[in-house]
């Protein structure tokens, strides 16, 4: 269950969009929250680009990994062999694209997202909205 958020103006190509597809990709995110003193940022992009990881990126004391979904399990598995602790490691649909919105209906976004999450039916929501 994948919710699509459309520009406030309601314009969007028909002709450009085949589907969420162009919305989403789907990846295998790996987020490992340890101190970068636990562990130089060189050495965890070596680790993870030699386990098969597509890409890297490094955010303050975060380590956000990607890696192709059918990928996602050898390179989790690589990388905790050698120790490696993640506090979030899942498939998951990263916007290819965002969608801004206006402040006003910004603030009602959590709102909207924890409506949606609490819902039993529901498993994960992402959404492509960035706030002006």
């Known amino acids: 269950f994948v919710f699509f ?5 309601g314009i969007r190509d028909a002709q450009e969009s085949r589907g969420l597809g162009d919305v989403y990709k789907r990846q295998g995110i790996n987020a490992e929250y340890m101190g970068k003193e636990d562990k130089l940022e060189d050495t965890v992009m070596e680790d993870s ?4 990881a597509e890409d890297f990126i490094s955010e303050k004391d975060i380590f956000i990994i990607f890696t192709d979904p059918s990928d996602f399990e050898n390179v ?5 062999n050698k120790g490696y602790v993640f ?4 498939v998951e649909s ?3 694209n965002y969608v801004e919105i206006s402040e006003e209906n910004g603030e009602k976004l959590p ?4 409506i949606i999450d609490d819902d039993d039916d529901v498993q994960n929501v992402w959404h492509n909205l960035k706030i002006n």
């Open 111 to 114: 709102k909207l997202l924890n």
């Open 94 to 96: 990263i916007p290819s």
């Open 49 to 52: 680009i030699n386990a098969g």
């Open 87 to 90: 506090s979030s490691a899942q």
């Open 76 to 80: 989790y598995k690589s990388l905790e």
């Open 5 to 9: 958020f459309q520009a406030e103006d």
